[in-house]
T-cell receptor
Framework: EAGVAQSPRYKIIEKRQSVAFWCNPI?????LYWYQQILGQGPKLLIQ????????DSQLPKDRFSAERLKGVDSTLKIQPAKLEDSAVYLC??????????????FGPGTRLTVT | GNSVTQMEGPVTLSEEAFLTINCTYT??????LFWYVQYPGEGLQLLLK?????DKGSNKGFEATYRKETTSFHLEKGSVQVSDSAVYFC?????????????FGKGTKLSVKP
């Protein structure tokens, strides 16, 4: 079974530029998550999708971050414009479902973003 | 709100030493508890989990027991190997309040020397 795919693996941009990350979850997984992992910290949830609907985006900085999952499969996360503090690893994860099942989340390798 | 606190790293051990990484949590509901591991250059992988009080999760020689009375989920291994060198994250999922979202600790880096 193929795992969660993410691209690019690395990205370096200047502040105020825009950037987009792509994620393809495991086939059949209804729930998709984007996490931000700043160096030395644990991952923090940015947004959670259930199929193509947003379940939780309470920690997404909506003035600069946006995400979509148009057909309920792959997803893109965009930052526009980027700030220095956005330098982090962006992790995508997927699970069969969420809620009472405590289904395991499977993580992709992440995209390391450096904003200079 | 819900939170996870785990011991600061880095932790450096010799091969075959005993490992304990402490983890405590704060949660309003009845969370499930997890340990994730991140090997160098790889994504997070679930190491073990426990979904209710007194459950013991175990995998690859690692184990952790869900202690509701002390709100703890400490990770232990009796004899570590060089290949266990990684960053370990404790996490909780409050299924009733957060749709299964994971809340992570800051991670503990483990280095095992031969």
């Amino acid at each position: 079974e193929a795992g969660v795919a993410q691209s690019p693996r690395y990205k370096i941009i200047e502040k105020r530029q825009s950037v987009a990350f792509w994620c393809n979850p495991i086939s059949g997984h209804a729930t998709l998550y984007w996490y931000q992992q700043i160096l030395g910290q644990g991952p923090k949830l940015l947004i959670q999708f259930q199929n193509n609907g947003v379940v939780d985006d309470s920690q997404l900085p909506k003035d600069r971050f946006s995400a979509e999952r148009l057909k309920g499969v792959d997803s893109t996360l965009k930052i526009q414009p980027a700030k220095l503090e956005d330098s982090a690893v962006y992790l995508c994860a997927s699970s069969l479902d969420s809620g009472q099942g405590a289904y395991e989340q499977y993580f992709g390798p992440g995209t390391r973003l450096t904003v200079t | 709100g819900n939170s996870v606190t785990q011991m600061e790293g880095p932790v450096t051990l010799s091969e075959e030493a005993f490992l304990t990484i402490n983890c405590t949590y704060t949660a309003t509901g009845y969370p499930s508890l997890f340990w994730y591991v991140q090997y160098p250059g790889e994504g997070l992988q679930l190491l073990l989990k426990a979904t209710k009080a007194d459950d013991k999760g175990s995998n690859k020689g690692f184990e952790a027991t869900y202690r509701k009375e002390t709100t703890s989920f400490h990770l232990e291994k009796g004899s570590v190997q060089v290949s266990d060198s990684a960053v370990y994250f404790c996490a909780l999922s409050d299924l009733w309040g957060s749709q299964g979202n994971l809340i992570f600790g800051k991670g503990t880096k483990l280095s095992v020397k031969p």
